[in-house]
């Protein structure tokens, strides 16, 4: 971590905000951990080059560097002002991407980053509770940017399929029976992406509700309902069978629409992750007074363990699965959370992934 030193130069050479740009190694230990201390010293030291030698594009003759020895963090504070007296501040996102692309290529570790600013009259002698804020404003904005482009990714698919359908309808030459399939598709494609839009907003404004509103109530019936109804072009287009079990007739503490948002999340990731012209099957089974278990299985090659809690964040996907990447499985995570419940992943009796999705009965 920066020294007492940096911060007795940044107090004397300011007179205000100083944007700060933080680059952590948290590798930096993991590498002494399993191949010695000398070796993680090594790495070190070539960071340390790296790093200023990257920092030697940006910054200028005021500007000041940070970095302690057996430390696995680096700072660079901003000083250097321009003829009017303001500071002259560089985007801080790409000074520090020019910064990560150096250490990256010297090291081959991987790299956090982050930006604040730093007022050392108002934050005296609090300078670790700075870097480490700035840090956390880069995983905040690593977070958004993950967020964003996978929600780009998902929306392209429905809006590419219903243009495409639509550009077809508007030639003349289509027969009726086909101008009508085509209108299905078109329109369950449109409800699709309608979802995704809810699904957006359902995470931006999850931690601004008021938590003390009543539960809600919705019908697993009609969930499973509108859930088969809109995955059923995606599965026709694979050859793909979806079968349902019973469904009692409960209530549960998440609404209609927003657990039909979590089942189509779940069957869709099935039916595109199971075998063309395979199964997905939909268990659902009373588990008490308390909850009720719903169930999707597909007889695609699973999930492997080491990706099971991975596949839930924001932007990721398992290295086992040939293609998709977004929002889906946040969502029904977050969501089912939300309501009181859970979703797992295990081992599928058709040779795949199992979901299970708890939700509290009303």
Not at 146 to 164: K, M, Q, V
Not at 316 to 324: I, K
Request: net charge neutral; hydrophobic share 45%; proline share 4%.
């Amino acid at each position: 971590m920066p020294s007492a030193r940096f911060e007795a130069l940044l107090a004397q050479r300011s007179c205000g905000p100083v944007p700060l740009l933080v680059v952590r190694l948290p590798a930096l230990e993991r590498v002494a951990w399993r191949r010695g201390l000398r070796a993680a010293r090594r790495i070190e030291h070539r960071a340390t080059r790296a790093f200023a030698t990257a920092v030697a594009r940006i910054v200028r003759e005021h500007d000041l560097v940070a970095h302690d020895a057996g430390s696995d963090v680096y700072v660079a504070a901003l000083l250097a002002p321009t003829r009017d007296g303001a500071v002259a501040t560089p985007d801080p996102r790409a000074a520090l991407a020019r910064i990560v692309a150096t250490i990256t290529s010297a090291t081959n570790l991987e790299c956090l980053t982050g930006w604040t600013l730093y007022d050392p009259a108002a934050e005296a002698r609090n300078l670790h509770a700075v870097v480490a804020r700035g840090l956390h404003r880069g995983a905040q904005e690593r977070e958004r940017y993950a967020f964003f482009s996978a929600l780009g990714h998902e929306l392209r698919t429905p809006l590419s399929s219903i243009r495409g359908y639509l550009e077809t309808l508007l030639d003349d030459g289509v027969d009726a029976h086909t101008r009508r399939r085509f209108t299905r598709i078109a329109h369950a494609e449109s409800l699709r992406l309608s979802r995704l839009v809810e699904g957006m907003f359902e995470i931006s404004l999850l931690d601004m509700r008021d938590a003390g509103l009543p539960p809600a109530i919705g019908s697993l019936v009609q969930a499973l309902e509108a859930a088969h109804d809109a995955c059923s072009a995606a599965a026709a287009s694979r050859m793909v069978r979806i079968a349902i079990a019973d469904v009692p007739g409960v209530r549960v503490t998440i609404d209609t629409e927003r657990l039909t948002l979590v089942l189509v999340n779940l069957i869709e990731n099935a039916v595109k992750h199971g075998r063309p012209g395979g199964d997905v099957f939909v268990g659902v089974e009373v588990v008490d007074r308390r909850f009720v278990r719903v169930t999707v299985d597909d007889d695609g090659p699973g999930i492997a363990m080491a990706d099971r809690d991975r596949i839930f964040a924001i932007g990721e996907r398992a290295d086992t699965v040939a293609s998709g990447t977004g929002i889906g499985l946040a969502l029904v995570r977050l969501m089912l959370e939300r309501a009181g419940g859970r979703v797992d992943l295990e081992d599928s009796l058709l040779g795949g992934a199992r979901f299970v999705v708890i939700v509290p009965r009303i």
